[in-house]
């Protein structure tokens, strides 16, 4: 029972389960939080901290050095790339109303949008005119 | 107790449940960026599914697929942030009693 291999076993299914709960985590954040912000912030956990922990398992229970580099490639992959979709999602959801602003403490990106654009005019759009300096 | 067996059943009611909130979200949006996102999410959760399976029957088959989602799996959210538009004409978000994508605007064509 306490040989290596058993301890081993225990502790990638111990990582295994810990990197799931953080889908649990996302799941619930995903149901419960009230703006797309707010679940932008909970979605992120599985991405990052969930896929490590269930990667890192992962190698424990292969008990093989040749496969790790993959598994490091593809953690580092996800650590790339989501933060790039993050960032497109977040400005789209604020420059597209779907953040809801009052619900955050500051709103650092409000000067630079006021800055950008013309003064708001809740009208509808004129075709064709785009707003100068869109960022 | 056997820890793989363990880590079936406890990792994978976890990630299930995971699963069914991000399918929740996807259905009920109430934006196109909520489903994207919800989107990321549901990817991640099958990437976690292969690992769990991988682990559990101790093969190295799914290692690419799980390489190729993190790779690729930011370009379906990428695309939608960058063609989602403003179709409202105020930020009242209503959670439950907006579908998107039901009328439309002029100058439409600037992906806003």
Same mark, same amino acid.
């Given at each position: 029972?306490?040989?290596?291999?058993?301890?081993?076993?225990?502790?990638?299914?111990?990582?295994?389960?810990?990197?799931?709960?953080?889908?649990?985590?996302?799941?619930?954040?995903?149901?419960?939080?009230?703006?797309?912000?707010?679940?932008?912030?909970?979605?992120?956990?599985?991405?990052?901290?969930?896929?490590?922990?269930?990667? $890192?398992?992962?190698?424990?229970?292969?008990?093989?050095?040749?496969?790790?580099?993959?598994?490091?490639?593809?953690?580092?992959?996800?650590?790339?790339?989501?933060?790039?979709?993050?960032?497109?999602?977040?400005?789209?959801?604020?420059?597209?109303?779907?953040?809801?602003?009052?619900?955050?403490?500051?709103?650092?990106?409000?000067?630079?949008?006021?800055?950008?654009?013309?003064?708001?005019?809740?009208?509808?759009?004129? $075709?064709?005119?785009?707003?100068?300096?869109?960022? | 107790?056997?820890?793989?067996?363990?880590?079936?059943?406890?990792?994978?009611?976890?990630?299930?449940?995971?699963?069914?909130?991000?399918?929740?979200?996807?259905?009920?949006?109430?934006?196109?960026?909520?489903?994207?996102?919800?989107?990321?999410?549901?990817?991640?959760?099958?990437?976690?599914?292969?690992?769990?399976?991988?682990?559990? *029957?101790? *093969?190295?088959?799914?290692?690419?697929?799980?390489?190729?989602?993190?790779?690729?799996?930011?370009?379906?959210?990428?695309?939608?942030?960058?063609?989602?538009?403003?179709?409202?004409?105020? *930020?009242?978000?209503?959670?439950?009693?907006?579908?998107?994508?039901?009328?439309?605007?002029?100058?439409?064509?600037?992906?806003?």
């Amino acid at each position: 029972m306490t040989d290596t291999a058993t301890l081993l076993d225990w502790l990638a299914a111990f990582l295994i389960v810990s990197g799931a709960f953080f889908s649990l985590v996302a799941g619930v954040g995903l149901l419960v939080l009230p703006d797309l912000l707010a679940r932008m912030h909970a979605a992120a956990k599985p991405q990052v901290l969930g896929l490590l922990l269930m990667l $890192a398992g992962l190698a424990i229970e292969w008990r093989s050095w040749v496969w790790l580099p993959v598994l490091f490639l593809a953690w580092v992959t996800q650590m790339v790339t989501a933060p790039v979709a993050s960032h497109l999602v977040g400005r789209t959801g604020y420059r597209t109303k779907h953040a809801r602003r009052e619900l955050l403490h500051r709103d650092e990106l409000a000067a630079v949008v006021r800055r950008a654009e013309p003064p708001a005019d809740p009208g509808p759009r004129r $075709a064709g005119a785009r707003p100068r300096g869109r960022r | 107790m056997d820890p793989m067996d363990l880590a079936t059943w406890a990792g994978g009611a976890l990630l299930v449940v995971g699963a069914l909130g991000a399918l929740y979200r996807i259905v009920r949006g109430p934006s196109l960026l909520d489903r994207a996102i919800a989107t990321d999410v549901l990817l991640v959760v099958f990437s976690g599914m292969l690992v769990l399976e991988m682990a559990v *029957h101790r *093969h190295t088959h799914h290692v690419v697929l799980v390489v190729l989602a993190a790779a690729v799996g930011f370009v379906g959210s990428v695309t939608v942030a960058r063609f989602a538009e403003d179709r409202r004409p105020d *930020h009242s978000l209503e959670d439950q009693a907006r579908v998107p994508g039901t009328t439309d605007v002029p100058g439409g064509e600037e992906g806003r």
